[in-house]
């Protein structure tokens, strides 16, 4: 089927996003779209799956207009998403997870064997027989997971596939797996949408390619005309060099060193040093435990075995707040879930972490709080004007992640340790963290960088830790190395 | 009344049902119409029942939400953090019969006293129980519900009813037309309303019920706070089960079956969120006063008992559905 988006614009709250994108997709084709991060591939994603209504332009599907309201509608259609984040229910056996309901029925009462035998002919059928369907979901590896995920996208034969960076946790045979299926779809005429940062691959796999920059589609090419570097060129623009400040590394006294640290199951033996006016970068694809390490220095989840100090002496962190009094500090990836209360106000927000410490008797200082956050506020420019006492979800992703870092900056840290603090944040917001960043290291702030975001860790840094399955891989100095160095080395590949 | 009671202007994106009323860059539309139900519902009492506005009845109201009133507030500390305690209407019965029974060999003061410490002990432990181990609020209050039910039996089978006139006082005696144990209660809404807004505990408390991970994540003791949470509820439900024993003048290891409901009643008209985070000590209040001015009307018109629990149930689902339907979903 052919499926065509003609001047698709996206605004969330007023912030276009998406700027005008067309789009033609061929049955029997598999289309590659790359882009940095911000560039708008996830909102494109999602406005192809249903999840989000586009702001204006129109969809056609075989030259005819459709109207998706929701994912419901795109199913009907034909069309099916698999994304990064996992959907699969891991109480279920696989076949239930696959079946989803449909099984097969003697006497009223489900046929369980006759259920397990269609999962196996349908994993089988698409090149995944390696997995047992009666198996426990939850019990598969992220890797296995993530497989199938994508089978149960398939049992209904959708004509249009689309995959939201689909080997970022394979490796392997599984990751070979995921090759012959896509290029068996394209056999039977299914149009694959292939959303990957992996840039290889999509040479690969790829009849064409597409490179979207800033919410608009900057270049259609196919593999044959171009090669890694031109992408990487195309995705990274010009504009690299003023998204990210000049860095010129002081490095002071040491601030923060880990020996030996290890969390079962999460990441093994880390050990680095993060010295005073310097910006780490940590870069790790999904499932390398990234996040997990910097959770586990600061304290939020227990170290099985290893050491940290901070300036040079031993810290035993049981709690956050033992980490926050030696003067780290966390901005989480997930601001929703972990960085803010979004029913309290943003001075709420804001005040959070030092409320304790701005006390008058038993009461919060309240003049002292809303002088000290309104400072914040200006500082970091969190808009909308007078924003203190609004419900901070109402505010833009961006602002909400100002918010956060407001938050935390309040608290004077010594080491900021921030996950992924640009995910999901407009590009006006982006260079204002890395201003913001870059201005705190000159003032002899510690500061880690924990990214999945090759640009960015590349940009933004003077120094990058790579991590791949639990261990730090290679480090190696940002003005010096390469994407492709970096990539080598977080999937274990390096010479 | 407060920002939890009305939600910040946004871009509705369903259509509205009721026209907004804004104050001071604030609707307040839903307070409006509490307010309203509230008036409605006194000049109703007023004009139908005669006996409403005699001097009796209203002292009488005013002690009446008392018990209500105190484990109310307690409630939605609880509610606030995202839990539950279901445990509070045994807890009234045992904080009363131990008072009573106290008050024999102890200065009054003293008994009473013991019965609100005892209060403070059960919700330590349901705090400490649900902190600590990780359980369901709604299992372990309902385990306490049941074991406590059971040690105020333990304690006395029979009815206590203590003969020293001292002990009626906190419960029968009025500064002016205004029963004490109302300004009792009423200060425990002031001060707690204070606590909530503006102490650190108070903010915490808020905050868990939001995003508990996040309130860990900035340092703050999570478990400690819930601690906190039941142990007010139960200092409360303590304090409820001592007034009404001294103005019933007799104490019951019976009484108090089903006062957690109402308590959770009142928080829910109230605008109260069980997820946690959302509820406020005045909406609270307002939800005591329909309740208890329910629940005296239907007393004034001879209402049956059985008929006042069906009018109650369904009066608290109208109202409920009345403010989701003008809530402005963001």
């Known amino acids: 089927m052919t499926l065509e988006l003609r001047g698709v614009r996206k605004d969330y709250g007023g912030v276009e996003v998406l700027h005008g994108v067309d789009l ?70 696989v076949t239930e997870n696959l079946l989803m309901g449909n099984f097969p029925r003697r006497r009223g009462l489900i046929d369980w064997a006759a259920a397990h035998a269609r999962a196996q002919e349908l994993l089988d059928g698409i ?48 990751l070979e797996a995921l090759f012959a299926l896509v290029r068996r779809l394209r056999e039977r005429g299914v149009l694959v949408v292939y959303v990957s940062h992996r840039l290889a691959e999509v040479m690969e796999l790829a009849t064409s390619i597409v490179v979207m920059k800033d919410g608009r589609v900057i270049e259609r090419t196919e593999p044959a005309r171009t090669s890694e570097t031109e992408l990487i060129g195309l995705m990274a623009g010009r504009r690299l060099e003023q998204v990210y400040p000049e860095r010129r590394a002081r490095p002071g006294d040491v601030r923060l060193s880990v020996h030996g640290l290890s969390r079962r199951g999460e990441f093994e033996d880390v050990s680095f040093e993060l010295r005073a006016g310097e910006i780490v970068g940590l870069f790790g694809l999904v499932g390398s435990g990234r996040s997990e390490l910097a959770r586990c220095v600061f304290g939020a989840e227990p170290a099985t075995s290893g050491r ?65 956050v309104g400072e914040m506020i200006d500082r970091l420019s969190i808009q909308p004007e007078g924003c203190a006492s609004m419900r901070v979800a109402n505010l833009s992703g961006g602002n909400q992640q100002k918010a956060v870092l407001a938050k935390w900056l309040l608290a004077e840290p010594r080491v900021l340790i921030l996950d992924e603090p640009t995910r999901g944040v407009d590009m006006s917001t982006r260079i204002a963290i890395y201003r913001m960043i870059d201005d705190l290291a000159r003032g002899g702030l510690a500061v880690l960088l924990v990214s999945s975001d090759l640009t960015e860790v590349l940009g933004a840094t003077d120094r990058i830790l790579v991590m791949n399955q639990g261990r730090v891989t290679g480090e190696l100095r940002s003005d010096r190395t390469t994407e492709d160095e970096i990539l080598a080395h977080a999937i274990g590949r390096a010479a | 009344m407060t920002g939890q009671l009305t939600e910040p202007a946004l871009t509705p994106t369903e259509p509205r049902r009721l026209p907004r009323l804004v104050l001071a860059g604030r609707d307040i539309t839903v307070a409006t119409a509490f307010v309203a139900l509230i008036a409605l519902l006194v000049v109703v009492a007023a004009l139908t029942a005669e006996t409403f506005l005699t001097p009796t009845n209203l002292t009488n109201l005013l002690k009446q939400m008392v018990t209500t009133g105190l484990l109310s507030f307690g409630m939605l500390v609880v509610i606030l953090t995202g839990g539950i305690d279901l445990s509070v209407g045994s807890i009234v019965a045992f904080s009363g019969i131990l008072t009573a029974g106290l008050v024999s060999g102890l200065p009054i003061p003293v008994a009473m006293a013991v019965g609100v410490v005892s209060g403070i002990g059960f919700g330590l432990i349901n705090g400490a129980l649900i902190a600590r181990f990780e359980l369901a609020p709604f299992v372990v209050t309902l385990a306490a519900l049941t074991t406590i039910r059971g ?116 928080c829910v008209i109230g605008g ?8 406020s000590v005045r909406a609270t209040f307002g939800g005591v006063l329909v309740l208890v001015l329910i629940n005296n009307l239907l007393n004034l018109y001879g209402v049956q008992s059985f008929w006042q629990q069906v009018l109650k149930g369904l009066i608290i689902i109208a109202v409920i559905l009345v403010q989701r339907t003008n809530r402005v979903r963001s």
């Open chain 1, 308 to 372: 940290v100090q901070v300036s040079g002496g031993e810290v035993r962190f049981r709690a956050p707040s033992d980490a926050i009094a030696a003067g780290l500090a966390l901005v989480t990836e997930d601001r929703k879930r972990t960085g803010l209360v979004g029913g309290m106000s943003v001075l709420d927000n804001i005040g959070l972490t030092t409320m304790y410490g701005m006390r008058r008797g038993p009461l919060i200082d309240a003049a002292r709080r809303r002088e000290r």
């Open chain 2, 151 to 266: 040690l105020a039996f333990v304690y006395s089978e029979v009815p206590i009813a203590p003969e020293d006139p001292g002990f009626f006082t906190l419960g029968s005696a009025t500064l002016g037309p205004v029963p004490v144990s109302t300004l009792v209660m009423l200060a425990v809404f002031a001060v707690g309303g204070v606590f909530l807004t503006r102490t650190p505990p108070g903010r915490s408390i808020v905050a868990i019920g939001g995003n508990a991970e996040t309130v860990r994540l900035a340092g703050i003791n999570v478990r400690r706070h819930v601690v906190l949470a039941y142990t007010i509820s139960g200092a409360c439900a303590g304090l409820a089960g001592v007034v009404l024993a001294s103005r019933v003048g007799i104490a019951q290891p019976s009484v108090g079956v089903a006062f957690e409901l109402d308590a959770i009643a009142a």
């Open chain 2, 272 to 279: 109260a969120s069980l997820a946690g985070g959302r509820g």
């Open chain 1, 24 to 93: 033609v997709g061929h049955p029997g084709e598999v289309l590659a779209v790359v882009g940095a991060n911000g560039a708008g591939k996830s909102t494109l994603i999602k406005i192809l799956s249903g999840a989000q209504p586009m702001s204006a332009g129109e969809m056609l599907m075989d030259g005819a207009t459709v109207d998706l309201r929701s994912p419901h509608d795109a199913h009907a259609r034909g069309i099916r998403t698999v994304y990064q984040e996992l959907s699969i229910v891991p109480g279920l056996s």
């Open chain 1, 127 to 174: 090149g995944f027989g390696a997995i047992d369907p009666r198996t426990l979901a939850g019990r598969l590896s992220v890797a296995r997971q993530q497989m199938v995920e994508i089978a149960k996208a398939l049992v209904a034969e959708p004509r249009v596939l689309v995959l939201d960076e689909p080997s970022a946790v394979l490796a392997g045979s599984d």
